[in-house]
């Protein structure tokens, strides 16, 4: 693994153990100034507007753990900081007092190298839907 892997890998740790933490202020510092957060119809441009998505969505009482797995890094041009990034993701939430499982799915980032470190340029959660009902099909 090369360093730029391991640096963009944190970075994607990071945003889980902030997100959870509630510190926000902090986490939107791994997005690019002009980043986006995407999350069903929010879309988020900027670091503003991502810290004003995250205060109204995740409040106290809607916070949990959010877990990444399997993350895939692609330094696409090392020589100008882009990288892209694939990650399976699973948010437990507290239901009657006790962590479950609320939401599972896929993380999809676009990063860049600025001021020497990488940030997040966008980030797309997009959640795992259950697949299409079979059809039988039945041969006469």
Known sequence: MTRDEEDIR???AEYCHLIDDGAFDDLVERFAPDGTFAFAEVVA??????LRWLRKAMAPHRR?????ANTLVDIGDPE??????VSDFEFLGFV?????PLMAGRYR?????LDGRWVIQRRDAIP?????????TTRT
């Open 80 to 85: 100008h900081g882009h990288a892209t990034a």
């Open 128 to 136: 795992l839907e259950p697949p299409a009902p079979r059809t039988s």
């Open 96 to 100: 009657d007092g006790k962590l479950v």
């Open 64 to 68: 949990g753990k959010h877990l990444t």
């Open 10 to 12: 944190r970075v994607l």
């Open 109 to 113: 980032d676009e990063l860049r190298r």
């Open 45 to 50: 441009t900027g670091r503003e507007a991502i």
